[in-house]
């Protein structure tokens, strides 16, 4: 039996979408973030030592096997399951298989990064400081934003919205462990309003996401997403 680790709001539903994908069955142990910090639980370093989500076990080979990091865990169910399922599986040395794991390591690489540095900029603006430091922390925040972080999350998002021009999905038609990676900062994107009309490539392909019968099935399952 796959059992999941899931964290609220986080990276790990998508893995509960990749599982109904595959059509396994799993079972889920739920964690809460601490309102204040949005952490995790301290009962997640039980499960791994860095205290993250999503973490899978999988117990169907006859030994207890660990595997943390979304990336991983995509790769080793696909390797492990996917081959009977509707998720496609590139052929070995193909350019489709380079793409696929292109955008695999895409999303935690080199998308993630400064999504997450807008969010800590945007925490550093709205924290509490005394009155006459509150000037020069949200200076240098704007400043880092303007200059660095705003301009590089538009350059991404440009390159991701021309690399779906005419596709469904980023392999084709076919859905892939690599949109199932993706979904994550592209919903992020959305909920953070970074997409606009200038992104219609990119509205369409999350809401085909959200379409989708296996991610309801997960969501239903997961329960609360403020990314969805």
């Known amino acids: 039996m796959i059992t999941v680790h899931h ?9 509960l979408w990749m599982l109904e994908e595959l059509n396994l069955e799993y079972e889920i142990i739920r964690y809460e973030r601490d309102v204040k910090t949005l952490q995790g639980p301290e009962s997640l370093r039980k499960v791994h030592p860095l205290g993250k ?7 169907g080979s006859g ?13 080793y169910l696909m390797q492990s399951y996917g081959k009977k399922s509707s998720l496609i599986t590139p052929e070995t ?10 955008w695999l390591h895409f999303s935690e690489g080199s998308l993630m990064p400064p999504l997450l540095l807008r969010l800590i ?22 400043k880092v934003l303007s200059e660095f972080v705003n301009p590089n999350i538009k350059r ?3 390159f991701i919205e021309t690399s ?10 076919q859905l892939s ?34 379409q989708q019968p296996a991610y309801q099935a997960a969501l239903k399952k997961g329960g609360k997403y403020d990314y969805a």
Not at 53 to 59: A, G, Q, Y
Not at 93 to 102: A, I, K, L, M, V
Not at 164 to 173: A, Q, V, Y
Request: proline content about 5%.
């Open 53 to 59: 989500s999503p973490v899978i076990t999988d117990d």
């Open 63 to 75: 030994e207890q096997i660990l595997i943390a990091e979304s990336g991983a865990i995509i790769e």
């Open 164 to 173: 779906l021009e005419g596709k469904k999905w980023f392999l084709g038609d």
């Open 177 to 210: 462990g690599a949109d199932i990676q993706m979904s994550f900062p592209l919903e992020t994107s959305v909920a953070r309003g970074l997409i606009d009309g200038n992104y219609p490539c990119i509205q369409s392909y999350v809401e085909r996401i959200h």
């Open 7 to 15: 964290l609220n709001n986080s990276r790990s539903q998508r893995i």
């Open 93 to 102: 040395g193909s350019q489709e298989e380079r793409d696929y794991h292109y």
């Open 121 to 142: 900029f945007d925490r550093v603006k709205k924290a509490r400081v005394p009155f006459f430091v509150k000037p020069i922390t949200k200076a240098v925040a704007d």
């Open 156 to 158: 991404l998002l440009d």
